[in-house]
């Protein structure tokens, strides 16, 4: 596995699994499997409600809990919730989280941050984070924090490789993990004719490249599958690098080109909807 140091002095893995859009039964199997394989990153959010799930798997995989990086992420609808932390950690079976993020620019998110800087200095979050907040927002909140982020968790793929976004976070020493890695799945991404030519170079598939750039580029990256093999295919990255020159090629492709636009009415609706959380 390869790691990236956080700018508090924490190890990440820089490839894990997520679990959004998997019901609990798949994100605890995917969980547990994975972990088996040698994944040490798992992601999850109040919102995916799996958290759980995701904290059986983690316990079925008999893996040691400190050698887990686990981070999730607190909705809107609970940033005003003192108790929003605590609930957390006892749906996910845990003491502390390695990573805890606000999760949209959403509500009264500065209280959210108000609540996982309460969680660092207690120990119950050992890294804090922001999930979807770009421009103005990030620049609002290095005004109003006090306690530094060490995470931020964004879109980003070879088409959309946030050029802008990490100018701010290398003046912050800020880390990326990155979602939609595969550019949402889209064949044009996927069967783009660089990663076929690098696919045959190095025996492995498209995808495999892909999540290569994400390793090389230093982001922290998150794919999610509910098909073990897949996941297994997704951490065979290791054992080969990508050249300056073949990085560059692949820099090429970048377009500014995002796959999912938020708007503020999403934002208005974050802040109203309340997960219905498991209750087992």
């Known amino acids: 596995m390869e790691y990236t140091v956080l700018n508090n002095g924490l190890k990440c893995p820089l490839v894990g699994i997520g679990t959004f859009m998997l019901a609990p039964a798949d994100a605890e199997n995917s969980v547990r ?26 316990k079925e995989s008999g ?40 999760h949209q620019p959403a509500g009264n998110w500065l209280a959210g941050y108000r609540l996982l800087e309460k969680a660092y200095k207690e120990g119950k979050a050992k890294s804090i ?8 927002f990030i620049e609002e909140l290095q005004t109003k924090r006090e306690i530094a982020l060490q995470f931020i968790q964004v879109e980003a793929h070879p088409y959309f490789a946030q050029d802008e976004l990490r100018k ?44 290569r750039w994400h390793v090389q580029m230093g982001f922290a990256v998150i794919p999610g599958s509910k098909n073990v093999d897949h996941i297994r295919d997704n951490l065979n990255i290791m054992d080969f690098a990508l050249t300056e020159e073949e990085m560059a090629e692949i820099a090429e492709l970048n377009r500014g080109e995002r796959y999912y636009h938020r708007t503020d009415d999403q934002l208005a609706h974050f802040a109203g909807w309340r997960p219905q959380f498991e209750t087992e």
């Open 33 to 58: 499997e994975a972990l088996k394989m040698g994944y040490r990153l798992i992601d999850t959010a109040n919102a995916y409600v799996n958290e759980r799930a995701v904290g059986r798997g983690m």
């Open 63 to 102: 893996v040691d809990r400190g050698e887990i990086f686990l981070s999730t992420k607190l909705w809107p609808s609970e940033y005003e919730n003192e108790n929003a932390v605590d609930e957390t950690l006892e749906r996910l079976g845990t003491d502390y989280v390695d990573l805890l993020y606000i």
């Open 129 to 136: 984070g922001i999930s979807n907040f770009e421009g103005r």
């Open 168 to 211: 701010t976070l290398d003046r912050y020493g800020i880390r990326l993990m990155s979602w939609y890695p595969m550019g949402h799945g889209d064949s044009r991404l996927i069967n783009e004719p660089v990663f076929t030519k690098l696919a045959e170079k190095y025996h492995k598939t498209n995808a495999q490249i892909i999540l």
